[in-house]
């Protein structure tokens, strides 16, 4: 099962916009794409998914290529509390979660 | 609401020492997970279980066992533990969709010397 593939760390100002990149291009039709993040010394949390259309939600957007290799996570303003490790993950017909190394947001107050 | 509850917190286990890790949900989640976690990496899958009595293993299986007797339940058992197995470990349950969240434990850090 190929892993996906993110950078292993960007950062932020404080109250921009981030968009966090992630490459998934052995991606299977039925796979959804995940996105959960991980604040030091906790379980990951989920942030969103989505197979073809761009998502939103309270906490982010997910932007997917129309051909579905690669996908986006926006934060649409960072705050400090947005600091953590962003996991993309591809989520197969078994339910099972394929992780990466994921991407350490660093955002600078 | 609880949500994903796991226990210990933390272990110190001398090499070759059994344990058990618990790990119990109050979502009616059918899928159940466990994962390690070394550092600087990402989560890798060591056994699953679609629905009580049914169990897999996933990537790094060796040295564990688990059982699934209840759907709230998912123990993780370490058999003679290794310094290898040093490493913090999750548990997570979801429902049995591949288009829903999944929630996890607060972790258990276990060290083996």
């Known amino acids: 099962d190929a892993k996906t593939t993110q950078p292993n760390s960007m950062e932020s100002n404080e109250e921009e916009p981030v968009h966090l990149p992630c490459n998934h291009s052995t991606i299977s039709g039925t796979d959804y794409i995940h996105w959960y993040r991980q604040l030091p010394s906790q379980g990951p949390e989920y942030v969103i998914h989505?197979?073809?259309?761009?998502v939103n939600n309270r906490m982010a957007s997910l932007a997917i290529a129309e051909d579905r290799k690669s996908s986006t996570l926006i934060l649409h303003r960072a705050t400090l509390r947005d600091a953590a490790v962003y996991y993309c993950?591809?989520?197969?017909?078994?339910?099972?979660?394929?992780w990466g190394a994921g991407t350490k947001l660093i955002i600078k107050p | 609401n609880a949500g994903v509850t796991q226990t210990p917190k933390f272990q110190v286990l001398k090499t070759g020492q059994s344990m058990t890790l618990q790990c119990a949900q109050d979502m009616n989640h059918e899928y159940m997970s466990w994962y390690r976690q070394d550092p600087g990496m990402g989560l890798r899958l060591i056994h699953y279980?679609?629905?009580?009595?049914?169990?897999d293993q996933g990537e790094v299986p060796n040295g564990y066992n688990v059982s699934r007797s209840t759907t709230e339940d998912f123990p993780l058992r370490l058999l003679s533990a290794a310094p290898s197995q040093t490493s913090v470990y999750f548990c997570a349950s979801s429902t049995r969709t591949v288009n829903t969240e999944a929630f996890f434990g607060q972790g258990t850090r276990l060290t083996v010397v």
């Open positions: 279980s679609v629905g009580a009595g049914i169990t």
């Open positions: 989505g197979l073809t259309s761009n």
């Open positions: 993950i591809r989520r197969d017909s078994n339910y099972q979660l394929i």
